[in-house]
Antibody, heavy 118, light 108 residues
């Protein structure tokens, strides 16, 4: 069974940093396009980032320069490093598999909650 | 910025047909994907490439995409279809993935 499991969420003060993890089973993160999508409380979905098989990454304008992605292939895990956090980054962060460039998100994790507050 | 506009809510009686629209200029030239999200759960892909369905998604779910509007159609609506629905495309100008504003479907 293919599964994505996020972890690492929590409470962080504005300006702080946090790293989210997405552990995959049933698929290899090194040969898939892995993405992060977030959802603020009571709001809609917002795409955050994608990391490609060649390690190239793209980011939403709202997080560019503050967030970065990385992969640990032996651990089959993708990470989202979040720096200079803002109150408006508060959201549930989902890890998702992107089927192809310009394509769809067909596998999703259950999400992990980040709260940025003083 | 690229905004996909959806109606905030759609209400439908059981057994009837729900139509959820998603609009932006020239949307018909793009591949549109639709997701269902029930409260407290992750989104689930229900329709892709306009009208195809992943395995396990009922045939009651279909889509169309023409001109400036894509439409998710849910036939014979059941109580279990009550959820938020989002459209999604890839904006090739910005290399960004964009979700629609979301539509809450209520089964009366």
């Amino acid at each position: 069974e293919v599964q994505l499991v996020e972890s690492g969420g929590g409470l962080v003060q504005p300006g702080g940093s946090l790293r989210l993890s997405c552990a995959a089973s049933g698929l290899s993160v090194s040969s898939n396009y892995m993405s992060w999508v977030r959802q603020a409380p009571g709001k809609g979905l917002e795409w955050v980032s994608v990391v490609f098989t060649d390690e190239k990454s793209f980011y939403a304008d709202s997080v560019k320069g503050r967030f970065s992605t990385a992969r640990d292939n032996p651990k089959n895990t993708v990470y989202l490093q979040m720096n200079s956090l803002r109150v408006e980054d508060t959201a549930v962060y989902y890890c998702a598999r992107l089927t192809n460039w310009g394509g769809k998100f067909d596998i999703w994790g259950q999400g992990t909650m980040l709260t940025v507050s003083s | 910025s690229y905004v996909l506009t959806q109606p905030p809510s759609v209400s439908v009686a059981p057994g009837q047909t729900a139509r959820i629209t998603c609009g932006v200029n020239n949307l018909g030239s793009k591949s549109v994907f639709w997701y269902q999200q029930k409260p407290g759960q992750a989104p689930v892909l229900v329709v892709y490439d306009g009208s195809d369905r992943p395995s396990g998604i009922p045939e009651r779910f279909s889509g169309s995409n023409f001109g400036n509007t894509a439409t998710l159609i849910i036939n014979r609506v059941a109580a279990g279809d009550e959820a938020d629905y989002y459209c999604q495309v890839w904006d090739n100008n910005s290399d960004h993935y964009v979700f629609g504003t979301g539509t809450k479907v209520t089964v009366l």
